[in-house]
């Protein structure tokens, strides 16, 4: 298996075998679950991680296994070890430490990705964040705070119910900060809210040589210089290591409401949101499951929703705005053969629903106990989004493939689980092929081949073909900042 080989010849890495290494990366990513070779890095190397971390370095099988894929269906690429930090200063003396031995670096968060962002195809060290989980500071009067990137979304939001404010962004996982910021993760609150990149006011990240750096502050606008955060943001951890977030809050809205409504067809729903969309609702939340995931659903979260293509809205306001709103949406709904409206306005029943909706990925492997679910996302123009929608539910039929769809439409984003059988080649095929066939019909209508799962090693030829010549920018860039190559290698971009 060349994968051994790539690592470097006997018990040390060179530049030269990183970059043979990312030549090969399509056996790399290929590398069966069982496969977890024995680590490589120089003692040396291990003796100045040590002299850091003391007992929070691991070289242990297990630990090593468990940092070297995410939720996704791509497979195992494990490091040859796994530093805890518990600070940025400490961080950047391991980057700079794997820096002077030519090791790659991997950060890691809560490993919730979607697209094999923290795999470990070169080998090298995974640096896990979880223990970087201070809240630096909140400022009420400001609406911000700065948090340590290990910070999870929930435990934000617990410490600030107090202050009369929240962090809207909304994955779905309990995802760190530090991982969203490198993901430029969205979710259900998007549509409203906007996605990590209008979240995120500033950041320190540790670079490829172990300086570090602080982007932004937080005044609301600059006009100085480049815009380094929204450089790192969305750079999946392969420009620069991110320490500390300073994040842009919200009011916690007077009222909050949440409903459901089933619908003739996913025609009738998704023109429902074209229209709300257009008619300047400001919903915080439109949420689409097609039939088979409302199925799903009902059974994994002991919901009793009718197996319909259903829409979930969320709407934040004062009272009096929350019912206009809600009034509106329920017109247009009739319009395209909605039902009325089931409503959720106890904040207990609410937290059931959209916990069904955050569970919609395990509701849907349910329905094929041992299947592997292969997730892909796409996001198009909203005006293109029904036609998107019903060609790709024409593909999975023709194809024969069970694949629940779910989506945050009020913004063109939606998702399929293809849920395959791993060991059947030809279902697969079927498979891959369709994703294929989902990506290149949004980006012909101007669309992107990921709206919020990023590129990781899954998306690499999907974003040369949304981005053609800008390829070579982008390559620049990593050039200039890791000119070594050793943040997160094989990810993103193939140099």
């Known amino acids: 298996m060349p994968s051994i080989v790539a690592r470097g010849a006997a018990s040390r890495y060179r530049h030269r075998a990183c970059d043979r290494a990312l030549r090969l990366l399509p056996a790399l990513t290929a590398m069966p679950d069982h496969a977890c070779p024995g680590g490589t890095l120089d003692p040396p190397l291990i003796d100045t991680l040590r002299d850091i971390l003391g007992d929070r370095l691991s070289l242990s099988d297990a630990v090593r296994r468990q940092h070297g894929r995410d939720e996704s ?13 518990r600070s940025t200063g400490e961080v950047a003396a391991i980057v700079a430490a794997c820096a002077r031995h030519r090791v790659p670096v991997i950060a890691f968060g809560t490993g919730t990705a979607l697209e094999g962002g923290v795999a470990a195809p070169t080998g090298g060290v995974s640096i ?7 809240i630096v500071r909140v400022s009420a009067e400001d609406m911000d705070a700065t948090v340590e990137a290990g910070v999870t979304r929930k435990r934000l939001n617990d410490h600030l119910r107090d202050t009369g404010l929240f962090f809207p962004i909304d994955p779905g996982a309990d995802a760190s900060i530090g991982g969203m910021a490198a993901t430029r993760a969205s979710g259900t609150n998007a549509v409203r809210y906007g996605t990590m990149r209008e979240a995120v006011l500033g950041l320190t990240v540790v670079m490829a ?5 602080r982007t932004g502050t937080r005044a609301r606008k600059s006009a100085a210089g480049y815009d380094l955060t929204r450089l790192l943001v969305g750079a999946e951890g392969t420009l620069g290591i991110i320490t500390e977030v300073t994040l842009r809050l919200h009011g916690i809205p007077e009222a909050v409401s949440s409903a459901v409504c089933a619908f003739p067809s996913v025609a009738d729903a998704v023109n429902t949101v074209i229209l709300t969309i257009q008619s300047g609702v400001p919903v ?3 949420e689409l499951l097609d039939e088979l995931m409302v199925e799903a659903c009902n059974r994994y979260s002991k919901l009793d929703q009718e197996i319909a293509p259903t829409l979930f809205f969320e709407f934040h306001g004062s009272q009096g705005g929350v019912v206009e709103q809600a009034e509106t949406v329920q017109a247009i709904a009739r319009d395209f053969g909605g039902r009325d409206f089931t409503w959720a306005t106890r904040p207990e029943d609410r937290s059931r629903l959209w916990q069904a909706r955050h569970d919609a990925y395990y509701a849907g492997l349910s329905l094929r106990p041992g299947g592997r679910g292969m997730t892909t996302d796409v996001c198009v123009p909203i005006s293109r989004l029904a036609d998107c929608i019903l060609a790709t539910q024409a593909d999975i039929a023709d194809a024969g493939l069970t694949a629940p769809m779910v989506g945050h439409v009020g913004d063109g984003n939606f998702h ?4 395959v059988d791993p060991d059947d080649k030809a279902e697969l095929a ?5 994703h294929e066939r989902l990506v290149g019909r949004a980006l012909a209508m101007d669309g992107t081949c990921t709206g919020e799962h990023g590129i990781g090693t899954g998306k690499i030829p999907f974003l040369e073909a949304e981005h053609g010549e800008a390829i070579g920018v982008m ?21």
């Open 284 to 286: 915080a939340r439109i």
């Open 416 to 419: 399929l689980l293809l849920i």
């Open 73 to 85: 269906y791509h497979d195992l690429a494990a490091p040859d070890a796994v530093a805890f930090p």
């Open 128 to 134: 896990d964040l979880g223990g970087m989980d201070r």
């Open 209 to 213: 040589d172990g300086r570090i750096i």
């Open 475 to 495: 390559r620049a860039v990593k050039q200039a900042l890791d000119p070594l190559g050793l943040l997160n290698p094989g990810k993103v971009l193939r140099l």
């Open 430 to 434: 079927r498979a891959t092929a369709l």
